[in-house]
């Protein structure tokens, strides 16, 4: 599964689902600001495990941009 990114001019957003062992799918955001190092972000994850990986997608996708706007200013 590819990552998706999404950015502010000031802050990365990366997007991953991966599938956990109990074989649902759970979303990560990963932020870091512009210029960091890549592996420095802070990681957060979606609340809950969903049964199919569109589902977890979608729902990190809303949490990268609600992560987002949050550091915007």
């Given at each position: 599964?590819?990552?998706?990114?999404?950015?502010?001019?000031?802050h990365?957003?990366?997007?991953?689902?991966i599938?956990?062992?109990k074989g649902?799918?759970r979303?990560?955001?990963?932020l870091r600001?512009?210029?960091d190092?890549?592996?420095?972000?802070?990681?957060h994850?979606t609340?809950?495990?969903?049964a199919r990986?569109?589902q977890?997608?979608d729902?990190?996708r809303a949490l990268?941009?609600?992560?987002?706007?949050?550091?915007?200013l």
């Open positions: 599964m590819d990552d998706d990114v999404y950015a502010t001019h000031t990365v957003a990366r997007v991953r689902v599938e956990t062992v649902f799918y979303g990560f955001v990963y600001r512009i210029g190092d890549p592996e420095s972000g802070e990681q994850q609340e809950e495990e969903f990986e569109v977890a997608r729902a990190a990268a941009r609600k992560l987002l706007e949050e550091h915007k």
